[in-house]
Structures are given as structure tokens and as C-alpha cells.
């Protein structure tokens, strides 16, 4: 059982930027694709950006593109999420997410083995 734990949620301003942490309870976090998804009030959960285990392959939604970075140390269990040029259609509860197949198959909701609890992210106008 992986256990993740989302930090680093707040209230920031539109067009600023918040990093969002993802700490693993287990050392076998190496052999896990990772992915970040969020949801907003009102609205389905949905990816946003997932990177394979050993950190070489990375997807992420139009949505985000060019905009967020995931990014992981497996030397310290952890998964990131740099958010830039935030807007406030960014506002909503960000989950980490862990899966055991492939990378490109943790940008589907289903093939989620884990989640962590969330984080919240608020950005005002």
C-alpha cells in the first residue's frame, strides 16, 4: 500500500506561481508511473500531467501545457507539480496519483492504483 500526501496548496494571485509536493510513504516510489489530476468545484476529476518512474517521459493535458511542470526525486520519494501563470479556472482540489503500468496509461483516471487525499488551490482574479 502506497501511501502520498500532497503539500504546498494555497491562495494565490492570478498569474503567480505555486509548487505542489508529493511525498510517498514507500521506497518502491521508483517503480511508479506518477500523475497529477485535479478537480474543480462542479466538475469531473481530470489529468493534468503524468511522468514515467524513471523520470524520462512526461504528458501532460492541453490544458496545462507549457504552463505546469511534473517533475520527481526518487531519492526522496517525491513527486512536483510547478504551476506558473496561474489562472482562476486552475482553482480547484490537486491529487497526486501513483500507477504500476505504464506512464501513458495513468492519463486515465481508471489505471490509478493510488491516490493521495488532495491539496487545495485557490486562485483569485
Known amino acids: 500500500q502506497v501511501q502520498l500526501v500532497e503539500s504546498g496548496g494555497g491562495l494565490v494571485q492570478a498569474g503567480g506561481s505555486l509548487r505542489l509536493s508529493c511525498a510517498a510513504s514507500?521506497?518502491?516510489?521508483?517503480?511508479?508511473?506518477m500523475g497529477w489530476f485535479r478537480q474543480a468545484p462542479g466538475k469531473e476529476r481530470e489529468f493534468l500531467a503524468a511522468?514515467?518512474?524513471?523520470?524520462?517521459?512526461?504528458y501532460y493535458a492541453d490544458s496545462v501545457k507549457g504552463r505546469f511542470t511534473i517533475s520527481r526525486d526518487n531519492a526522496k520519494n517525491t513527486l512536483y507539480l510547478q504551476m506558473s501563470s496561474l489562472k482562476p479556472e486552475d482553482t480547484a482540489v490537486y491529487y497526486c496519483?501513483?500507477?504500476?503500468?505504464?506512464?501513458?496509461?495513468?492519463?486515465?483516471?481508471?489505471?490509478?492504483?493510488?491516490w493521495g487525499k488532495g491539496t487545495l488551490v485557490t486562485v483569485s482574479s
Open positions: 496519483a501513483a500507477g504500476s503500468g505504464l506512464v501513458v496509461r495513468l492519463t486515465t483516471e481508471r489505471n490509478v492504483n493510488y
Open positions: 511522468i514515467s518512474a524513471g523520470g524520462g517521459t512526461t
Open positions: 514507500e521506497r518502491t516510489f521508483s517503480i511508479y508511473a
